[in-house]
Nanobody, 116 residues
Framework: QVQLVESGGGLVQAGGSLRLSCAAS????????MGWYRQAPGKQRELVASITNGGLTTHADSVKGRCTISRVNIVNTVYLQMNSLKPEDTSVYYC??????????WGKGTQVTVSS
């Protein structure tokens, strides 16, 4: 098992930046896929970005060029750098990990609010 704890959310003005962190309770060397999802009120949870152990990344079209996912295995942490934030980025952001046995883990989320 692995517990995931997100941090770094908050209130920011449009055009601002935030860096979200996802700290895992154990080594993530063996966890291939990790990602960030978000869910706004009344909407479905959607993938923001994902990263494999080899560093292969995927970013949603809505955040490409503005957000970057990264991982530092030695400190068991995944990051999401978000720049040029827009009001439509307002959501709860969740960290996700899929281990090599097909088990999916989720954090409790961190709120990001972007004011116009």
């Amino acid at each position: 098992q692995v517990q995931l704890v997100e941090s770094g959310g908050g209130l920011v003005q449009a055009g601002g930046s935030l860096r979200l962190s996802c700290a895992a309770s154990r080594s993530i060397f063996s966890i291939n896929a990790m990602g960030w999802y978000r869910q706004a009120p009344g909407k479905q949870r959607e993938l923001v970005a994902s990263i494999t152990n080899g560093g292969l990344t995927t970013h949603a079209d809505s955040v490409k060029g503005r957000c970057t996912i990264s991982r530092v295995n030695i400190v068991n942490t995944v990051y999401l750098q978000m720049n040029s934030l827009k009001p439509e980025d307002t959501s709860v952001y969740y960290c996700n990990a899929n281990d090599n046995y097909g088990v999916s883990y989720w954090g409790k989320g961190t709120q990001v609010t972007v004011s116009s």
